[in-house]
């Protein structure tokens, strides 16, 4: 889900609207990080997705897609 602090705001809604209400405190952990993801670029998940991993993402762009 953190990889959406880089899609384009139209898209990001878009996609995190059909999540469900079990989904309700990622979706909402998400935003808190939001601001953070964006303006550093990285993306962590710490034990979220699998108890004992952790994982660090980035987006790769272009050079002329770069904000």
């Not at 959406?4 to 079990?22: C, Q």
Request: hydrophobic letters at 50%; aromatic letters at 10%.
């Amino acid at each position: 889900m953190r990889l959406l602090a880089n899609v384009p705001d139209e898209g990001m809604y878009r996609l995190l609207e059909p999540a469900s209400a079990e989904q309700a405190e990622e979706v909402r952990q998400f935003f808190a990080e939001f601001p953070e993801i964006r303006s550093c670029r990285l993306a962590f998940n710490r034990g979220v997705t699998f108890a004992d991993a952790f994982a660090v993402a980035t987006p790769l762009l272009a050079s002329d897609a770069v904000r």
